[in-house]
């Protein structure tokens, strides 16, 4: 049974994927859940309570953090095709927000659960909300557990919009124990933070560092990794074994 029922009937987000045929007509692979993910704010402000049934984890815990909850949990032999699967993502959908508003996206990972256990997840991004700009706003996405198809640990990238179907191959990366030593003991004691849903102020108190040295202390890390967010550094950080 699951203990978790958050009342979510009521959400915006549930009323727009009701409404919404196209994001209902979508193949059922196994047991699966909706979410959305605010690109601006870079929290969940929906996620179905199956989320639990498919990964063990509570809904509640992931609507209060920050980070996205595949950076958590990722299987640590994904995080790296992971992160630059996800900019790829990200580069491609930015491109197209101009010119194609029904731009579909879909990759699979292996998710540890609850219990420590690797599932495979299906991820879809099946509806994109831009705003006059051209910026991304929130995302509505769809995941599915597919652990019982029997697939490499390659990923595959595979977007769909009005130009057709693109495919970009992310092969499996060999394991391996080397650290990049990119950032220094105290900004790596900020990315676990980071990592565990913490903001600048619960860093700044933590640390016993001002609010402006730990946004400082941030930016200079976005800047080093290369990344534009947290959600992309926490990645970057989880990819090499930094956290």
């Known amino acids: 049974m699951n203990p978790y029922t958050e009342n979510i009937s009521r959400s915006k987000y549930a009323d727009i994927i009701e409404r919404n045929y196209r994001l209902k007509k979508n193949i059922e692979f196994g047991a699966s859940f909706y979410f959305v993910y605010d690109v601006v704010?870079?929290?969940?402000?929906?996620?179905?309570?199956?989320?639990?049934?498919?990964?063990?984890?509570?809904?509640?815990?992931?609507?209060?953090?920050?980070?996205?909850?595949?950076?958590?949990?990722?299987?640590?032999d994904d995080a790296q095709q992971y992160h630059h699967a996800s900019l790829k993502w990200r580069d491609i959908i930015e491109n197209y927000s101009n010119k194609d508003r029904e731009i579909?996206?879909?990759?699979?990972?292996?998710?540890?659960?609850?219990?420590?256990?690797?599932?495979?997840?299906?991820?879809?991004?099946?509806?994109?909300?831009?705003?006059?700009?051209?910026?991304?706003?929130f995302i509505i996405g769809?995941?599915?557990?597919?652990?019982?198809?029997?697939?490499?640990?390659?990923?595959?990238?595979?977007?769909?919009s009005s130009e057709g179907i693109k495919n970009f191959?992310?092969?499996?990366?060999?394991?391996?124990?080397?650290?990049?030593?990119?950032?220094?003991?105290?900004?790596?004691?900020?990315?676990?933070?980071?990592?565990?849903?913490?903001?600048?102020k619960d860093i700044a108190g933590e640390m016993a560092i001002t609010f402006n040295t730990a946004n400082t202390h941030r930016r200079?890390?976005?800047?080093?990794?290369?990344?534009?967010?947290?959600?992309?550094?926490?990645?970057y950080a989880h990819s090499h074994h930094l956290v």
């Open 41 to 76: 704010k870079e929290s969940y402000p929906y996620l179905e309570k199956e989320f639990y049934e498919v990964t063990g984890y509570p809904p509640s815990l992931i609507m209060r953090g920050k980070i996205d909850y595949i950076t958590r949990y990722i299987h640590p």
């Open 142 to 160: 769809k995941c599915s557990d597919i652990s019982h198809w029997n697939k490499s640990n390659d990923m595959i990238l595979s977007i769909t």
């Open 169 to 200: 191959y992310f092969p499996s990366m060999p394991k391996s124990n080397t650290t990049i030593k990119v950032f220094s003991p105290q900004e790596k004691k900020i990315i676990r933070l980071l990592a565990e849903g913490n903001n600048s």
């Open 104 to 137: 579909e996206a879909s990759f699979d990972f292996r998710l540890l659960s609850s219990e420590g256990r690797a599932i495979r997840l299906l991820h879809q991004t099946l509806h994109i909300e831009f705003s006059h700009i051209g910026k991304m706003l």
């Open 220 to 235: 200079n890390m976005l800047r080093k990794a290369n990344v534009r967010n947290t959600s992309e550094l926490v990645s």
